[in-house]
């Protein structure tokens, strides 16, 4: 300091340099730097309106906004503010659309392989597709070929590389994971916990859980980290819902909580099919305080009129539907071929002869085989009435399946 002060007294200059330090104080840096939701009005422009559009914008939010005001805190001054920022005019649209449209269309057909040496192309023609669902056969050190199938959302050629590049580079073995997991009963637990496949060079650990189509699987098939993020999620959800259903319409807020909560319960529920009551007291738990916060009532309040009220079947009938559904579906011959059920032929000829009859299936295993969906579907479908197995209509049959179990669950 000394030195700039000397300087500007030889240069002919009587000002005195003062040092001012920076405020450090945290919470004032931090106040500074924080953020709020503005939403912008743009008042439209006329050049016939002689109305300050802005001015009277600002003036009914203080009027109608005040401080005692329980939206205050949504819509002030500082949350609403003008915008005068322009639009593109009606000329400069239709010049737009225009050339967009004048603009001839390339029909020409893409080019699905990139290669430049086309003998070497990992799918002949056809190695930039995506979305491919592939088989491989793998050599293990013991010269056993394990098949393994494998889904891409990238090309298959960039799959293909990182395969290669995982088998070749010791230090890339993870960046391409193949998970293996091994079904097994409680007994046979104990001689499984170390299986591990060699593939080439790489030993492959078998995993605990697996994640698929967006459920985990578990060697015991219990399902139980699956049940727990629906739940987990499923109460995050109904926890933000109700900090603001005071300002939603009943409409909306039964759309939400269908969206957030009920559609996590009915995703894939029918694996869910067999396990003890126990193992669903979880779900239904999660099903009751959405039907709590949608109906605004208390824990303490009685769970079964509510949901009769609403028309919501309980989970386990929910399970249930998922199956019937799928069941009617392998009937009329509208499934995947992997799920067909074969059909059961009635020698005499009764009242019930014309309605669809599924073969039943005696399970090998009693602790997983009685879950499984070619023992469990037929055992459902034949339960059912004589006169809702004759439907053909899907949707017809969906609301008539829904009566039965509603009737079922709840005594009427």
């Known amino acids: 300091m000394p030195e700039y002060q000397q300087a500007l007294h030889n240069a002919g200059h009587q000002a005195n340099l003062t040092y001012r330090p920076r405020n450090n104080n945290p919470q004032t840096s931090q106040e500074k730097r924080r953020k709020r939701n503005i939403t912008w009005f743009n008042p439209p422009y006329s050049q016939h309106v002689n109305t300050n559009l802005g001015k009277n914008f600002l003036r009914l939010i203080n009027t109608h906004f005040p401080r005692a005001h329980e939206l205050h805190q949504i819509c002030n001054r500082n949350t609403l503010k003008l915008s005068y920022s322009c639009i593109d005019n009606m000329e400069k649209i239709i010049k737009a659309n225009n050339q967009r449209v004048s603009v001839p269309v390339n029909h020409a057909t893409p080019d699905t392989c990139n290669c430049r040496q086309k003998e070497n192309c990992p799918l002949p023609g056809r190695c930039t597709t995506s979305n491919v669902v592939y088989e491989a056969k793998i050599t293990t050190a013991t010269n056993i070929e394990k098949t393994y199938i494998g889904l891409t959302s990238t090309t298959f050629k960039q799959r293909h590389t990182v395969h290669k590049a995982t088998f070749n580079n010791r230090e890339l073995r993870h960046k391409s994971t193949i998970i293996i997991i091994i079904l097994k009963s409680p007994k046979c637990q104990q001689h499984f916990n170390h299986a591990k496949l060699m593939v080439g060079s790489s030993h492959i650990s078998s995993s605990p859980k697996a994640r698929n189509?967006?459920?985990?699987?578990?060697?015991?098939?219990?399902?139980?980290?699956?049940?727990?993020?629906?739940?987990?999620?499923?109460?995050?959800?109904?926890?933000?819902?109700?900090?603001?259903?005071?300002?939603?319409?009943?409409?909306?807020?039964?759309?939400?909580?269908?969206?957030?909560?009920?559609?996590?319960?009915?995703?894939?529920?029918?694996?869910?099919?067999?396990?003890?009551?126990?193992?669903?007291?979880?779900?239904?738990?999660?099903?009751?305080?959405?039907?709590?916060?949608?109906?605004?009532?208390?824990?303490?309040?009685?769970?079964?009129?509510?949901?009769?009220?609403?028309?919501?079947?309980?989970?386990?009938?929910?399970?249930?539907?998922?199956?019937?559904?799928?069941?009617?579906?392998?009937?009329?011959?509208?499934?995947?071929?992997?799920?067909?059920?074969?059909?059961?032929?009635?020698?005499?000829?009764?009242?019930?002869?014309?309605?669809?009859?599924?073969?039943?299936?005696?399970?090998?295993?009693?602790?997983?085989?009685?879950?499984?969906?070619?023992?469990?579907?037929?055992?459902?479908?034949?339960?059912?009435?004589?006169?809702?197995?004759?439907?053909?209509?899907?949707?017809?049959?969906?609301?008539?399946?829904?009566?039965?179990?509603?009737?079922?669950?709840?005594?009427?």
Not at 308 to 334: D, F, G
């Open 213 to 412: 189509l967006g459920v985990v699987f578990d060697s015991g098939l219990t399902f139980h980290d699956h049940k727990s993020k629906i739940v987990s999620v499923g109460f995050y959800h109904l926890r933000c819902i109700a900090s603001i259903k005071k300002y939603l319409p009943h409409e909306s807020l039964a759309a939400l909580v269908h969206a957030f909560v009920a559609s996590r319960i009915d995703f894939c529920n029918s694996i869910l099919y067999g396990l003890p009551s126990i193992e669903i007291t979880r779900l239904q738990k999660l099903q009751n305080q959405a039907a709590h916060v949608l109906t605004n009532s208390t824990r303490r309040d009685h769970i079964t009129p509510i949901l009769r009220e609403l028309h919501w079947l309980p989970v386990h009938q929910r399970i249930r539907y998922k199956m019937l559904t799928l069941a009617y579906r392998a009937v009329h011959n509208t499934i995947p071929a992997y799920l067909a059920l074969p059909s059961r032929s009635n020698i005499r000829h009764t009242r019930s002869s014309t309605a669809p009859t599924l073969e039943r299936r005696n399970a090998k295993k009693r602790s997983a085989g009685d879950r499984t969906f070619s023992v469990a579907a037929p055992c459902l479908w034949n339960a059912l009435p004589v006169a809702v197995r004759v439907i053909h209509d899907l949707h017809k049959f969906q609301q008539s399946i829904k009566s039965v179990l509603f009737r079922e669950a709840f005594g009427l």
